[in-house]
């Protein structure tokens, strides 16, 4: 009978809700070769169809059951670029460990902490052979998981390869946006560094639609990727929202994790609200809440118009959100924010669940009558973010869809020849994990249509 | 990093940079902004393109010394760098459907119209240009202005040069005796919002540029968000200039001072006052 399944040590929730430390401390070499010989090898590995970019995980497991760590790392990049990334961020109960023969009855073996673990046996890994050129060149617009797999999955077939990032520093979301207690910044520098020693070049402080339009990098470039991102925030449209001390989680992890704003020494500011709300309950509301904890709240609070079973956040971080002390309020909409001068309270309104939606979630309907106030000092919009327009409005020939997202064929192809999107700018915001896949297959796409295959 | 090619000071704590910036330069118009930093802690700040030279692959900016990073920024000389320079980011500003322009600026606000005054000569519809200053020392860009205006009215608070008194008062004046298509009033926020109460009898089309709060400057963080007109816009992506007749500007002032306290503070720790 298999034992059952290796759990990574946490820090404790007592102190890690004051600082920005790693929560989940990983496996040691020992607990991962215990963990790894978990893996009954499946011959017909359905592991492997959960992952969106098709990792061998079987094989890397066993490499790391033989205690061959740098073996293990080179098994997963073969398909996946970052593997300390993805161990880390992706929801592996929903992809890979979902699919896990020893699943319900021993529990999966953890191959999200395994990849993590031989991806960080050495961070970044050791640079790879230079592939033999094929004349042709590639501009990749964005840095985030959409652009850094389609730039590794070409270098790696010898395209001259150029990112072009708006920011001034690499990473999109793995860098502004995920808090460092969940995926530290030095582990995504360091994924990045690896794949500029495999000759990729990258300009920050570049913004495409702006500093140098598609039309312009056509002239120089032989294909386009677009990776842009779905970083546009939403808000709700209600009174109060324009008040000071109400901002969406993008500015404000913006301002935690690109700008350092934790740091009280910082050039950054950042407000540090001692009675924080946050509306909404996904994986970003839950990393805002989380965040404004760290900052020094004595009460976060995330307010969510359905109920737990509708929270699109990871259920490991809705938990970890719990034990730190953060508040769920359910079933609870905000419609109106109220200070004078700067957010002093907010009027909450009770909601129950009727019919489902056309994506299958049940409607939040508002209870007449049921309004109440709640003070609060700050509120932090995390409603979901779309495709922002600066890109597409700078091309009008590039098709889009509703929202504003890129329309493309089942292989990443837009309706301008020789120009490629994937990820949020393609899909509307979803995962790290489905963008790098899109990266990937626009990368496929490419190679195919440069006549490589 | 970004080489600072010349510096000139052009008042006691306002200096104008000239930055070597090929990539922002050459997509660079009227009404842009750009987004620095100093160095690799520096925070994201934004300013206006004063000028800027596509051959040369230049950008010119004016910084006025307010807090830390402008101070930061006032310690750099030519042929010294900065870490980040990215633009030019915003909309162009546009005058093409205008035949005759007053241009109005405050403060350093003189730098963002005079693109726009430069611009409306070399396409024969010179402005007429008022510009506002405390004092005749402040008066920026005066011998730039004359050069691209139709007529130049400088005003200074204390009447130490050109009328005695507020911009306010002379863009009143100058309404009822000549004939404009629109107004384009830039500078501190009290000065726009003063400007469009003088317009807004007449409804005279008046223009303002948000300096508004930001962090990205891309569209991505709504920071710098503005009610204009009753809906969100981003001064960023949608701005930095709208219709100033209807701008929340009430709004407006008390996001600008926000972080005013968090930002004194920390001027004052890198200066050495506090411990």
């Given at each position: 009978m298999p034992e059952p399944r290796n759990i990574p040590p946490f820090r404790d929730a007592e102190i890690r809700r004051r600082n920005f430390e790693e929560v989940n401390m990983g496996f040691d070499a020992?607990?991962?070769?215990?963990?790894?010989?978990?893996?009954?090898?499946?011959?017909?590995?359905?592991?492997?169809?959960?992952?969106?970019?098709?990792?061998?995980?079987?094989?890397?497991?066993?490499k790391i059951k033989n205690g061959d760590f740098e073996g293990a790392r080179d098994t997963i990049?073969?398909?996946?670029?970052?593997?300390?990334?993805?161990?880390?961020?992706?929801?592996?109960?929903?992809?890979?460990?979902?699919?896990?023969?020893?699943?319900k009855k021993f529990g999966a073996v953890a191959i999200g902490a395994l990849e993590r673990f031989a991806g960080d046996y050495i961070v970044g890994g050791k640079p790879a052979v230079p592939a033999e050129k094929v004349g042709k060149s590639v501009a990749?617009?964005?840095?985030?998981?959409?652009?850094?797999?389609?730039?590794a999955d070409l270098i790696k077939r010898g395209f001259d390869v150029t990112i072009f990032e708006a920011f001034h520093t690499t990473g999109g979301v793995l860098s502004y946006g995920i808090p460092e207690f969940r995926l530290p910044k030095r582990i995504v520098k360091a994924e990045i560094a690896s794949l500029e020693k495999m000759g990729v070049k990258i300009v920050t402080n570049a913004v495409i639609g702006k500093s140098l339009t598609i039309a312009?990098?056509?002239?120089?470039?032989?294909?386009?990727?677009?990776?842009?991102?779905?970083?546009?925030?939403?808000?709700?449209?209600?009174?109060?929202?324009?008040?000071?001390?109400?901002?969406?989680?993008?500015?404000?992890?913006?301002?935690?994790?690109?700008?350092?704003?934790?740091?009280?020494?910082?050039?950054?500011?950042?407000?540090?609200?001692?009675?924080v709300m946050v509306v909404g309950a996904g994986n970003v509301a839950m990393d805002a809440a989380r965040t404004a904890m760290r900052l020094g709240a004595d009460h976060v609070t995330i307010v969510y118009r359905r109920s737990r079973t509708e929270m699109p956040a990871r259920k490991e971080e809705i938990e970890h959100a719990e034990e730190e002390g953060i508040e769920l309020k359910l079933l609870t909409s905000p419609v109106e924010i109220i200070g004078n001068g700067k957010v002093e309270k907010v009027r909450l309104i009770r909601t129950e669940l009727g019919e489902p939606d056309e994506r299958g979630r049940r409607r939040p309907i508002d209870i007449p009558g049921s309004e109440f106030e709640v003070a609060a000092d700050e509120v932090i919009m995390a409603l979901g973010t779309s495709p922002n327009p600066v890109l597409t409005k700078s091309c009008p020939e590039l098709k889009t869809g509703p929202r504003g997202i890129i329309a493309v064929d089942e292989d990443g192809r837009t309706s301008v020849p020789g120009v490629y999107a994937g990820g949020d700018a393609a899909t509307g915001a979803a995962t790290v994990i489905l963008a790098m896949s899109a990266g990937k297959r626009a990368a496929k796409a490419i190679v195919a249509d440069a006549g490589l295959n | 990093m970004f080489k600072i090619l010349d510096k000139r000071q052009l008042a006691e704590n306002v200096n104008e940079y000239v930055i070597e910036a090929p990539l922002a330069a050459k997509n660079a118009a009227p009404g842009q902004f750009v987004i620095l930093r100093v160095d690799a802690d520096g925070e994201r700040v934004p300013f206006t393109i004063a000028d800027y030279d596509r051959e040369r692959g230049t950008v010119?900016?004016?910084?006025?010394?307010?807090?830390?990073?402008?101070?930061?920024?006032?310690?750099?000389?030519?042929?010294?760098?900065?870490?980040?320079?990215?633009?030019?980011?915003?909309?162009?500003?546009?005058?093409?459907?205008?035949?005759?322009?007053?241009?109005?600026?405050?403060?350093?606000?003189?730098?963002?119209?005079?693109?726009?005054?430069?611009?409306?000569?070399?396409?024969?519809?010179?402005?007429?240009?008022?510009?506002?200053?405390?004092?005749k020392e402040l008066l920026l860009y005066m011998d730039e202005m004359r050069r691209y205006s139709s007529e130049l009215f400088p005003m200074t608070d204390d009447g130490s040069y050109g009328g005695k008194g507020f911009v306010t008062d002379k863009v009143a004046e100058l309404i009822k005796t000549r004939k404009y298509d629109a107004v384009l009033a830039v500078g501190p926020l009290p000065m726009m919002a003063a400007v469009c109460e003088v317009t807004r009898p007449s409804g005279l089309k008046t223009i303002v540029s948000m300096n508004s709060v930001m962090v990205d400057g891309t569209g991505m963080c709504g920071c710098c968000r503005v009610t204009v007109g009753g809906e969100r816009k981003y001064a960023c992506v949608d701005g930095p200039e709208f219709d100033g007749h209807l701008i929340d500007f009430a709004e407006a002032r008390l996001r600008q001072g926000f972080y005013r306290d968090q930002e004194k503070e920390h001027y004052c720790r890198i200066r050495g006052e506090v411990k």
């Amino acid at each position: 009978m298999p034992e059952p399944r290796n759990i990574p040590p946490f820090r404790d929730a007592e102190i890690r809700r004051r600082n920005f430390e790693e929560v989940n401390m990983g496996f040691d070499a020992e607990t991962a070769k215990k963990e790894a010989s978990r893996c009954l090898q499946c011959k017909n590995p359905m592991c492997r169809q959960g992952c969106p970019v098709g990792v061998n995980i079987p094989a890397f497991i066993l490499k790391i059951k033989n205690g061959d760590f740098e073996g293990a790392r080179d098994t997963i990049t073969a398909d996946n670029n970052l593997p300390s990334i993805c161990g880390r961020v992706c929801p592996q109960e929903t992809q890979c460990e979902s699919r896990c023969v020893l699943g319900k009855k021993f529990g999966a073996v953890a191959i999200g902490a395994l990849e993590r673990f031989a991806g960080d046996y050495i961070v970044g890994g050791k640079p790879a052979v230079p592939a033999e050129k094929v004349g042709k060149s590639v501009a990749v617009i964005g840095s985030g998981p959409a652009g850094l797999s389609c730039a590794a999955d070409l270098i790696k077939r010898g395209f001259d390869v150029t990112i072009f990032e708006a920011f001034h520093t690499t990473g999109g979301v793995l860098s502004y946006g995920i808090p460092e207690f969940r995926l530290p910044k030095r582990i995504v520098k360091a994924e990045i560094a690896s794949l500029e020693k495999m000759g990729v070049k990258i300009v920050t402080n570049a913004v495409i639609g702006k500093s140098l339009t598609i039309a312009e990098l056509k002239e120089d470039f032989d294909f386009i990727f677009l990776g842009t991102g779905a970083g546009l925030p939403g808000f709700m449209n209600i009174p109060g929202e324009g008040l000071p001390g109400v901002c969406s989680a993008n500015e404000f992890l913006t301002r935690v994790n690109l700008m350092k704003a934790m740091n009280p020494d910082a050039a950054t500011p950042v407000q540090r609200g001692k009675n924080v709300m946050v509306v909404g309950a996904g994986n970003v509301a839950m990393d805002a809440a989380r965040t404004a904890m760290r900052l020094g709240a004595d009460h976060v609070t995330i307010v969510y118009r359905r109920s737990r079973t509708e929270m699109p956040a990871r259920k490991e971080e809705i938990e970890h959100a719990e034990e730190e002390g953060i508040e769920l309020k359910l079933l609870t909409s905000p419609v109106e924010i109220i200070g004078n001068g700067k957010v002093e309270k907010v009027r909450l309104i009770r909601t129950e669940l009727g019919e489902p939606d056309e994506r299958g979630r049940r409607r939040p309907i508002d209870i007449p009558g049921s309004e109440f106030e709640v003070a609060a000092d700050e509120v932090i919009m995390a409603l979901g973010t779309s495709p922002n327009p600066v890109l597409t409005k700078s091309c009008p020939e590039l098709k889009t869809g509703p929202r504003g997202i890129i329309a493309v064929d089942e292989d990443g192809r837009t309706s301008v020849p020789g120009v490629y999107a994937g990820g949020d700018a393609a899909t509307g915001a979803a995962t790290v994990i489905l963008a790098m896949s899109a990266g990937k297959r626009a990368a496929k796409a490419i190679v195919a249509d440069a006549g490589l295959n | 990093m970004f080489k600072i090619l010349d510096k000139r000071q052009l008042a006691e704590n306002v200096n104008e940079y000239v930055i070597e910036a090929p990539l922002a330069a050459k997509n660079a118009a009227p009404g842009q902004f750009v987004i620095l930093r100093v160095d690799a802690d520096g925070e994201r700040v934004p300013f206006t393109i004063a000028d800027y030279d596509r051959e040369r692959g230049t950008v010119t900016i004016l910084v006025q010394t307010v807090g830390a990073t402008t101070y930061q920024l006032a310690q750099k000389n030519a042929g010294d760098s900065i870490a980040d320079f990215v633009g030019p980011l915003g909309n162009p500003t546009d005058l093409s459907r205008f035949e005759k322009v007053l241009l109005v600026g405050g403060g350093i606000g003189g730098a963002v119209i005079h693109p726009q005054a430069k611009l409306l000569n070399s396409l024969g519809k010179a402005p007429d240009v008022v510009l506002g200053a405390r004092t005749k020392e402040l008066l920026l860009y005066m011998d730039e202005m004359r050069r691209y205006s139709s007529e130049l009215f400088p005003m200074t608070d204390d009447g130490s040069y050109g009328g005695k008194g507020f911009v306010t008062d002379k863009v009143a004046e100058l309404i009822k005796t000549r004939k404009y298509d629109a107004v384009l009033a830039v500078g501190p926020l009290p000065m726009m919002a003063a400007v469009c109460e003088v317009t807004r009898p007449s409804g005279l089309k008046t223009i303002v540029s948000m300096n508004s709060v930001m962090v990205d400057g891309t569209g991505m963080c709504g920071c710098c968000r503005v009610t204009v007109g009753g809906e969100r816009k981003y001064a960023c992506v949608d701005g930095p200039e709208f219709d100033g007749h209807l701008i929340d500007f009430a709004e407006a002032r008390l996001r600008q001072g926000f972080y005013r306290d968090q930002e004194k503070e920390h001027y004052c720790r890198i200066r050495g006052e506090v411990k």
